[in-house]
């Protein structure tokens, strides 16, 4: 049975695997990724396209010069994309996160198994948990790097204006605005090095300790070895 050192640090680890897992959740499901206002030019006047959207969907409303308000509309952000490489990358940056996911997943499930088992020559010890954290925290950075290529470098938010208002000309500007859903992928890389450090210490004090019971018998003389 491990003990009680051992339970508690691996059960505080897994606490934070566990939020590393559901943030990734919240993350994927919230629409809050960016706010964008995009500039247009249309005969006569200029047209504001106001969009808040995620990986998955978004709203959006037009607001022209005179004062007009166009009502906030509804769009799945798939279906709005006609450009390949802007659709290329939003799917590469779900997966991207579904793979974290699914190494946060994993290094919750091997810190579980930590708490109440001692296996650790194999890869199911803390081998396994830097692993799986250190992926998460990887492929975590990835998609926070993924999505504002997206957004500044291929015009996303430009391309969904488009199919939000027809009979728009000139692109006059864009600003944007990155949400909640965007910045909480911030926690998940905390989360993340938080467990790492936890399992660092304890695997440093377990190491540390068998040096120490190891000494005694380094020191000891040879003929009480021999004995």
């Known amino acids: 049975?491990?003990?009680?050192?051992?339970?508690?640090?691996?059960?505080?680890?897994?606490?934070?695997?566990?939020?590393?897992?559901?943030?990734?959740?919240?993350?994927?499901?919230?629409?809050?990724?960016?706010?964008?206002?995009?500039?247009f030019s249309r005969t006569g006047t200029?047209?504001?396209?106001?969009?808040?959207?995620?990986?998955?969907?978004?709203?959006?409303?037009?607001?022209?010069?005179?004062?007009?308000?166009?009502?906030?509309?509804?769009?799945?952000?798939?279906e709005a994309l006609s450009s390949s490489s802007c659709r290329s990358l939003?799917?590469?940056?779900?997966?991207?996160?579904?793979?974290?996911?699914?190494?946060?997943?994993?290094?919750?499930?091997f810190t579980c198994t930590n708490t109440v088992s001692n296996p650790y020559q194999t890869f199911l010890g803390p081998v396994g948990v830097y692993t799986w954290n250190s992926l998460c925290g990887v492929l975590t950075l990835i998609a926070m790097i993924l999505f504002p290529?997206?957004?500044?470098?291929?015009?996303?938010?430009?391309?969904?204006?488009?199919?939000c208002s027809s009979s728009l000309q000139a692109h006059l500007g864009s600003k944007h605005n990155y949400g909640y859903s965007y910045w909480i992928m911030l926690l998940i890389l905390f989360l993340n090095i938080a467990s790492l450090i936890i399992i660092y210490f304890y695997d440093h004090a377990r190491y540390s300790k068998k040096k120490e019971q190891a000494r005694p018998i380094?020191?000891?003389p040879k003929d009480v070895i021999l004995f």
């Open 1 to 39: 049975m491990p003990s009680r050192k051992k339970t508690s640090m691996f059960a505080s680890a897994f606490c934070t695997c566990v939020s590393s897992f559901a943030v990734i959740c919240v993350a994927l499901a919230t629409p809050q990724w960016v706010s964008s206002e995009v500039r």
């Open 46 to 78: 200029t047209v504001t396209v106001s969009l808040t959207y995620g990986l998955f969907s978004g709203t959006c409303e037009q607001f022209v010069d005179a004062g007009l308000q166009v009502s906030k509309t509804t769009f799945q952000v798939s």
């Open 90 to 109: 939003v799917v590469a940056t779900i997966v991207v996160l579904v793979l974290a996911l699914l190494s946060s997943l994993l290094s919750a499930g």
């Open 149 to 163: 290529v997206n957004v500044e470098g291929n015009s996303l938010s430009e391309e969904l204006a488009h199919s």
């Open 218 to 220: 380094e020191n000891a």
